[in-house]
C-alpha cells in the first residue's frame, strides 16, 4: 500500500540553527499539506501546494519558516532560525484531486522536532 | 470558516465496555465530517468520513459515526473497545469550497483499563 514518507522522523536543533524536513507525497497525488501539531493539540495546516504552486499559506510563519515543492513532487519544509515554541510534530499529508477518495488526507508518519 | 469542539480531552474506559468520543462542529456553510486516530509518535489514519448521504457512518476497527445536523454534532461510538484502542482521536471538518482545507479539533485521549 503506497505511504507518505518522511524523514527525518526525529530531530533536535538547538535555537537559532536551521532544519529542513523533506516529505515525498503518494504517487500522483497533486495536493500536499504541511501540518504542525503541538503538544496536545489538533494539527494546523502551515502550508498547501497544488502541484508546485502555493494554494495556501496563511499560517505560515514566513519570516522563519518556508517551503517548498519545486518539481510538484516532493517537498521540503524549512526553519530559519529555529526557536523554542517551533518544538512540535511537523505531519505531511497528500490527497488526489479526482477519485473515490479526493476528500480523504492520507498522512505521514511525521517529524517530531525538540528544540534546546 | 470552520470549527471544531472536542470537549473531553481524556475518556478512561474499561476494556469491552461502549465508548462514545462527543465531537461538535460550527460552519457557515455545509461541512464533510471526519474521524482520524493517532498512535503515539505517528502520523493520523482515517477512521471514518461522512460526505453525503446515510448519516450513520461505518468505519475501520468497528467504529461507527452519526451526523446530527440539527446538534451540528459527529460523535463517534465503538460497543466494545480494546486495550490496542488506546490512541488520541481527532474530529476534523472541511467545509464544502474549493478549499481542501482541514480544521481538526484538540482531540480526545481515549485510555482502555484492562
Known amino acids: 500500500e503506497a505511504e507518505v514518507a518522511q524523514s527525518p522522523r526525529y530531530k533536535i536543533t538547538e535555537k537559532s540553527q536551521a532544519v529542513a524536513f523533506w516529505c515525498d507525497p503518494i504517487s500522483g497525488h497533486a495536493t500536499l499539506y504541511w501540518y504542525r501539531q503541538i503538544l496536545g493539540q489538533g494539527p494546523e495546516l502551515l502550508v498547501q501546494f497544488q502541484d508546485e504552486s502555493v494554494v495556501d499559506d496563511s499560517q505560515l510563519p514566513k519570516d522563519r519558516f518556508s517551503a517548498e515543492r519545486l518539481k510538484g513532487v516532493d517537498s521540503t519544509l524549512k526553519i530559519q532560525p529555529a526557536e523554542l515554541g517551533d518544538s512540535a510534530m511537523y505531519l505531511c499529508?497528500?490527497?488526489?484531486?479526482?477519485?473515490?477518495?479526493?476528500?480523504?488526507?492520507?498522512f505521514g508518519p511525521g517529524t517530531r522536532l525538540t528544540v534546546t | 470558516a470552520q470549527s471544531v469542539t472536542q470537549l473531553d480531552s481524556q475518556v478512561p474506559v474499561f476494556e469491552e465496555a461502549p465508548v462514545e468520543l462527543r465531537c461538535n462542529y460550527s460552519s457557515s456553510v455545509s461541512v464533510y465530517l471526519f474521524w482520524y486516530v493517532q498512535y503515539p509518535n505517528q502520523g493520523l489514519q482515517l477512521l471514518l468520513k461522512?460526505?453525503?448521504?446515510?448519516?450513520l457512518v461505518k468505519g475501520i476497527n468497528g467504529f461507527e459515526a452519526e451526523f446530527n445536523k440539527s446538534q451540528t454534532s459527529f460523535h463517534l461510538r465503538k460497543p466494545s473497545v480494546h486495550i490496542s484502542d488506546t490512541a488520541e482521536y481527532f474530529c476534523a471538518v472541511r467545509g464544502m469550497d474549493s478549499s481542501y482545507k482541514l480544521i481538526f479539533g484538540s482531540g480526545t485521549r481515549l485510555l482502555v483499563r484492562p
Open positions: 499529508a497528500s490527497s488526489p484531486l479526482t477519485g473515490g477518495d479526493l476528500h480523504e488526507q492520507y
Open positions: 461522512y460526505l453525503s448521504g446515510s448519516t
